[in-house]
């Protein structure tokens, strides 16, 4: 599989990343044995970039991470966490913690869920409004020079707070959701992590499968799914999305790829400094996913699928009023 530098100080990583929070939680059910098959074949397959979060069903994501590379050598791989989301008993979300010794807690758990001695990369998942970033990132900082994690991350961060971060630490990355129907990187934050020398992993390449040409109206009514609560996935705006993916699935047949395969080359044909993370939770759809490497797009097809999926292109927006509140990579950038 092709190699991609996250940013100018980051880690070589796969091309495509496996982003393994489906696997615990969120999506509805998943089956144990599945997953860790998923994320062997994931690395037969040549991705060496796994992510996760502390807080992904409150560690059982961590766990099953640790269970699925037992026999792998530590150095082929790169695990990337998310840390600081606050949550409760019930499964409840209480917001971020992302003080110095809070992060320092927070990490000395991940280790001992992961059965490592590092992480690859660690970044807080969303801003903690109460804490400066200079301050979570100064912390940090001296993790890396301890050895406990290799690069630092940030997630869904605005321009400004990208620039503050990285003048206390260099940014590895930014992850961040990137997909044909959600563009809002292109407005600042792209340009800013390119003159900064910042990678991007892009998370929701699939728009969580709105886009991969297998969602209809009927599904995930089984189970408990996150994305029923979600605007983009209700009424209306569910009717006019999926009305898109019939432009994209014309496109694809024309290409001879899948809806799934073409949404996530196009991510990736954005630049050589994007790796897409795609959320597969069997072998089924990673196969899938895996032949999305093998689609190239032409000037023709790009010109096609930017006609069909312009900036805004959505209905409804990605997350909940109150989730969408919490992100700082939706305030425009001042300078």
Not at 36 to 61: E, P
Not at 269 to 289: D, H, S, Y
Request: charged letters at 25%; one cysteine or more; proline letters at 4%.
């Amino acid at each position: 599989m092709e190699q991609r530098k996250l940013g100018s100080t980051g880690p070589t990583v796969s091309a495509l990343g496996l982003g393994c929070m489906g696997m615990s939680e969120v999506y509805g059910p998943a089956d144990r044995g599945e997953s860790i098959a998923t994320v062997h074949a994931a690395l037969d397959a040549g991705i060496t970039l796994l992510d996760t979060g502390d807080f992904y069903a409150m560690g059982h994501n961590e766990m099953l991470v640790r269970e699925a590379l037992k026999d792998v050598s530590r150095e082929k791989v790169q695990i990337s966490v998310k840390f600081g989301a606050l949550r409760g008993p019930a499964g409840e979300f209480a917001g971020m913690d992302t003080r110095p010794a809070a992060t320092k807690n927070f990490l000395a758990y991940s280790l001992q869920r992961l059965g490592t001695d590092y992480i690859d990369v660690y970044r807080p998942a969303r801003l903690d409004p109460n804490i400066p970033i200079e301050e979570t990132i100064g912390g940090l900082a001296d993790l890396v020079k301890a050895g406990y994690i290799r690069h630092i991350g940030l997630s869904e961060a605005g321009s400004d707070t990208i620039r503050r971060a990285h003048a206390v630490h260099p940014i590895a990355d930014l992850q961040i959701e990137y997909s044909l129907i959600e563009r809002g990187i292109e407005r600042d934050i792209l340009k800013t992590c390119r003159e900064l020398g910042i990678g991007i992993t892009a998370y929701g390449v699939l728009a969580r499968g709105l886009i991969s040409g297998h969602w209809s109206k009927d599904s995930g009514k089984t189970g408990r799914d996150y994305r029923l609560m979600t605007p983009r996935f209700q009424g209306a705006n569910l009717d006019a999305n999926l009305a898109l993916v019939e432009s994209l699935r014309a496109i694809a047949t024309e290409i001879g790829a899948t809806p799934a395969q073409v949404a996530i080359a196009w991510v990736a044909a954005q630049g050589k400094e994007i790796v897409p993370l795609v959320g597969a939770r069997t072998r089924n759809r990673l196969t899938e996913a895996l032949g999305a490497t093998k689609v190239t797009l032409t000037p023709a097809h790009l010109a096609a699928l930017a006609k069909a999926f312009p900036p805004d292109v959505a209905s409804g927006t990605r997350y909940a009023a109150e989730q969408m509140a919490h992100l700082d990579s939706e305030k425009p950038a001042t300078r």
